[in-house]
Each structure stands twice: as C-alpha cells, then as structure tokens.
C-alpha cells in the first residue's frame, strides 16, 4: 500500500517561511513525477509545483514563482516544498501527489497538512 505522508505545516507570520516535506512510501513505490498542491476553504485545489524525476526538472505555478521552490530526493522519494513571503491567501490544506505514469494523472495523494498565515 502506497502512502504518501506532508509534514512541516503550522502557523507562521505574514513575511515567514516554512518548508514542507512529503515522504512516499511502499512495497516497490515508485513515480515519474511528484507535485504539490493546496486547496483553501471554498476554493478549487491548486496546483503549485511540480518534478519530474527522470530528469529533475521543474515547474512552479505563475501564482508563487519567486516565492515557492520545489525540491526532492528520488532516492528518498520525498519531495520539498520550500515557501518564502508568505502571506495571508497562502493559508490552505497542502498536499503532495504521486504520478506513477506520464500517461496517468495523479494518482496518489498525501492526507494534507495545514498551512495558516497569519496577518
């Protein structure tokens, strides 16, 4: 059974910095692709960031380039989610994704941890 597991969430000021890390686990797990995403209340989940392991590139959604930064460790399977100038509206459920197969979404998910930004 795959499981994929968020730390590093909490209560931080406006302007502060957290470092989110997600770790996936399982009997032979393995994935083309990890992502972040987040979903505030009311709203659709967003896409934030996204690697690809075979080639470690990266992509940053337009709505917090400059701030967001996404790392990993294939090895590890465990992804990064370094976020700098927060601000009030980053306040949401954060969640990693697994993607097994460029010809599949995403198709396993972490249980979300809380980020609040407080003003």
């Known amino acids: 059974q795959v499981q994929l597991v968020e730390s590093g969430g909490g209560l931080v000021q406006a302007g502060g910095s957290l470092r989110l890390s997600c770790a996936a686990s399982?009997?032979?797990?393995?994935?083309?692709?990890m992502a972040w995403f987040r979903q505030a209340p009311g709203k659709e989940r967003e896409f934030l960031a996204q690697?690809?392991?075979?080639?470690?590139?990266?992509s940053v959604a337009d709505s917090v380039k400059g701030r967001f930064t996404i790392s990993g460790d294939k090895a590890k399977n465990t992804v990064y989610l370094q976020m700098n100038g927060l601000k009030p509206e980053d306040t949401a459920v954060y969640y990693c994704?697994?993607?097994?197969?460029?010809?599949?979404?995403?198709?396993?998910w972490g249980q979300g941890t809380q980020v609040t930004v407080s003003s």
């Open positions: 399982g009997r032979s797990f393995s994935s083309f692709r």
């Open positions: 690697i690809t392991w075979s080639d470690g590139s990266t």
């Open positions: 994704a697994a993607q097994r197969s460029p010809f599949f979404g995403y198709d396993y």
